[in-house]
């Protein structure tokens, strides 16, 4: 379970308070969300995707999802920051928390004991407060991990971008430089359905459909967890989680498949 501050989080039906941030979730279709997944999904054998609790036990070892439905996030590990289901979805509240040798601090929270190489992930996401939106993959550890930084536009300041970055070896890496990657516009308060899919070096990304990035990189990051991020200072609720393992599971996880149930 999350570990919550009680300064920080006071949760009721529509409403969250972080950090004396009060912002009003506006209620989620859970039916309608789920079936635009399903419909929307596909594996790569053209096998349609299946609402998580209709899977099986195999099925669960390449697919996860979760909608958040449930009330709780027994499902993640948080790492920095505070988090909580708060209306079916999962806000993180960043605290400026510096850990590890990174320049920059991010709080995040991680899949528990589902890694891999290559995967593709969609979620919904919302800024409530700051831009930032970060989604994390093939993380290592806090200094080791691939970061997708979708960030709302600033109105009469600056456009909405997607920032690729990564962390090695507590180096700090921006692999496409501010705006250089424009994503179709948003701001803060506003949802958007990302999808992202990484295959060895190669990442795709869409934005409520549309192809924002098809780019391969020089990552040092071969493999890991995957998760969501929230800079120091914001405020971010993710919801509606869908990921696909496509391959490449790391050393832990293929031996703990290789023992069986």
Same mark, same amino acid.
């Given at each position: 379970?999350?570990?919550? &501050?009680?300064? +920080?989080?006071?949760? +009721?039906?529509? *409403?969250?308070?972080?950090? @004396?941030? /009060?912002?009003?979730?506006?209620? *989620?279709? %859970? ?5 635009? =997944?399903?419909?929307?999904r596909g594996s ?14 195999? &099925? ?12 709780? &996030? ?5 790492? $920095? $920051? =505070? ?16 850990? $590890? ?6 709080? /995040?929270? =991680? ?6 190489? !290559? ?13 930032? #939106? ?6 290592? !550890? ?8 979708? %960030?709302?536009? %600033?109105? !009469? ?11 090695? #070896? ?18 803060? @308060? ?28 020089p990552f040092s990051?071969?493999?890991? +967890?995957?998760?969501? @991020? ?17 391959? @490449?599971? *790391? ?11």
């Amino acid at each position: 379970m999350s570990r919550i &501050a009680p300064r +920080a989080f006071v949760l +009721a039906l529509t *409403t969250v308070v972080l950090g @004396g941030c /009060q912002v009003s979730l506006a209620p *989620t279709d %859970r039916s309608a969300a789920s079936s635009q =997944l399903a419909s929307d999904r596909g594996s790569h054998d053209g096998a349609a995707a299946e609402p998580c609790h209709h899977r099986s036990a195999r &099925a669960a070892a390449a697919f996860f999802c979760d909608d958040f439905s449930v009330g709780n &996030a027994d499902h993640w590990s948080p790492s $920095g $920051g =505070l988090w909580a289901v708060v209306d079916g979805r999962y806000v993180g509240e960043g605290t400026d928390e510096r850990f $590890g040798c990174g320049e920059v601090p991010t709080n /995040q929270t =991680l899949l528990r004991d589902f890694q891999a190489r !290559d995967v593709d992930i969609e979620l919904d996401m919302m800024s409530i407060a700051r831009v930032d #939106k970060i989604l994390v993959l093939r993380s290592a !550890d806090p200094d080791n991990q691939i970061e997708l930084n979708f %960030r709302a536009e %600033r109105p !009469d300041e600056f456009p909405a971008d997607l920032v690729v970055q990564e962390r090695s #070896k507590c180096a700090f890496t921006l692999l496409t430089p501010e705006f250089s990657v424009l994503i179709p516009p948003h701001q803060v @308060g506003q949802t958007i359905h990302t999808r992202a899919q990484l295959v060895h070096e190669r990442l795709r990304v869409w934005i409520d459909g549309t192809l924002v990035l098809n780019r391969s990189f020089p990552f040092s990051v071969r493999s890991g +967890a995957l998760g969501m @991020g929230v800079v120091g200072g914001g405020v971010t609720a993710f919801d509606n989680v869908f990921v696909h393992r496509l391959g @490449g599971l *790391t050393p832990r996880t293929a031996a703990a498949r290789s023992r069986g149930p």
